[in-house]
C-alpha cells in the first residue's frame, strides 16, 4: 500500500519567514495530493491540492509542488504570520475509474510548526 | 448542516463495553469515511460509504469494528468488546462524492469522538 513520510516534525520560524514542508510518497499510481491544517481541538481542515497533471499550484501565501519523478511535493507558506501556527498533514489518494476511492487518503504524521512573533 | 458534525466529543467506557460513534454528514455528500487518529499521528483510513453502501473496509482493524449508514446519511462506527489500544480520536469526513470532477477527493472533516477505554 501506499507510505507517505512527512518531514521536518516540528519546525519554528520568526514572523515574517517562509516555513517549508516536505513529504514523500511511496505508490506512483497516487495521483492526489491534499494539505492539511490542524488547529488544536479541530479537524483538518483542506488548505491547498495538488493533482498529478500539474506541477505547481498558488493560493497566496500558500503554494504545494509536486515532482512525480522523485514521488515527493512540498508545501511553502510564505511570509509566515502567528495564526500560521498549526498542525500540518499531507496526504495522497488515488482516484480510481469512476472516481472510486477518492477519499482514501494515507496521511504523513504531521508537522507541528510554531511562528514566533 | 453546515458541517461534518460527529457524536459524542468525548467518551470514555471500560475495556469490554460496546460503543457507538455517530457521524452527521454534509447534507448532500455523498461519501462518507471514517478515520482513526493517534496521539501524534496523520489520521488512518477505517472505511467508507458512497450512498448506504460501504464500498471499502480494509482498514477496520478487526471484526470488533463495524459501521453502517442505512440510509446514506448518518453513519455509526461500533466498536464491540473495547480494548485499551481502541483508544483514540475517530473521525469523520464526507465529500461530495460522484463519478465525475473533482468533487470526489475533496474531504471535510469533523471535530472527531475521542474515546477513552480504562
Known amino acids: 500500500g501506499e507510505n507517505v513520510e512527512q518531514h521536518p516534525s516540528t519546525l519554528s520560524v520568526q514572523e515574517g519567514d517562509s516555513a517549508v514542508i516536505k513529504c514523500t510518497y511511496s505508490d506512483s499510481a497516487s495521483n492526489y495530493f491534499p494539505w492539511y491544517k490542524q488547529e488544536l481541538g479541530k479537524g483538518p481542515q483542506l488548505i491547498i491540492d495538488i493533482r498529478s497533471n500539474v506541477g505547481e499550484k498558488k493560493d497566496q501565501r500558500i503554494a504545494v509542488t509536486l515532482n512525480k519523478t522523485a514521488k515527493h511535493f512540498s508545501l511553502h507558506i510564505t511570509e509566515t504570520q502567528p495564526e500560521d501556527s498549526a498542525v500540518y498533514f499531507c496526504?495522497?489518494?488515488?482516484?480510481?475509474?469512476?472516481?472510486?476511492?477518492?477519499?482514501?487518503?494515507?496521511f504523513g504524521d504531521g508537522t507541528t510548526l510554531t511562528v514566533k512573533p | 448542516g453546515a458541517g461534518v458534525s460527529q457524536s459524542p466529543r468525548y467518551k470514555v467506557t471500560k475495556r469490554g463495553q460496546d460503543v457507538a460513534l455517530r457521524c452527521d454528514p454534509i447534507s448532500g455528500h455523498v461519501s462518507l469515511y471514517w478515520y482513526r487518529q493517534a496521539l501524534g499521528q496523520g489520521p488512518e483510513f477505517l472505511t467508507y460509504f458512497n450512498y448506504e453502501a460501504q464500498q471499502d473496509k480494509s482498514g477496520l482493524p478487526n471484526d470488533r469494528f463495524s459501521a453502517e449508514r442505512p440510509e446514506g446519511s448518518i453513519s455509526t462506527l461500533t466498536i464491540q468488546r473495547t480494548e485499551q489500544r481502541d483508544s483514540a480520536m475517530y473521525r469523520c469526513a464526507s465529500s461530495l462524492g460522484g463519478r465525475y470532477g473533482s468533487g470526489a477527493n475533496v474531504l471535510t472533516f469533523g471535530a472527531g469522538s475521542r474515546l477513552t477505554v480504562l
Open positions: 496526504a495522497a489518494s488515488t482516484s480510481g475509474f469512476l472516481n472510486t476511492n477518492a477519499g482514501k487518503s494515507t
